[in-house]
């Protein structure tokens, strides 16, 4: 069985910064892309980045310049350091992998952690 577990969410301020976690555990064969997806109360899930085994990486344009993603491959985890935050950050914010498990690739999903952001 495979989990994918978010950690550091909170409560800042504008202009604050955030260091979301992630990691990956189970009967895990190997990770290709991991990443982070938001929602905010009202608007669909969006991309916020996404980094794959070799470093490739990709930011979504309202974050670029200020969120920086990072992985570990050998511990199975990915990060995400929000800096300069604003309120429109304010979301759940989900890690995404997709893992080769029992044989099967497939898109794994966290239960999802709070950013609030105050003005």
């Known amino acids: 069985q495979v989990q994918v577990v978010e950690s550091g969410g909170g409560l800042v301020q504008a202009g604050g910064s955030l260091r979301l976690s992630c990691a990956a555990s189970?009967?895990?064969?190997?990770?290709?892309?991991m990443g982070w997806y938001r929602q905010a109360p009202g608007k669909q899930r969006e991309l916020v980045a996404t980094?794959?085994?070799?470093?490739?990486?990709e930011y979504g344009d309202s974050v670029k310049g200020r969120f920086t993603i990072s992985r570990e491959n050998a511990k199975n985890t990915v990060s995400l350091q929000m800096n300069s935050l604003k309120p429109e950050d304010t979301a759940v914010y989900y890690c995404?992998?997709?893992?080769?498990?029992?044989?099967?690739?497939?898109?794994?999903w966290g239960q999802g952690t709070q950013v609030t952001v105050s003005s």
């Open positions: 980094i794959t085994t070799g470093g490739g990486i």
């Open positions: 189970g009967s895990i064969f190997a990770i290709k892309g």
């Open positions: 995404n992998a997709d893992i080769i498990a029992a044989g099967v690739l497939r898109d794994y």
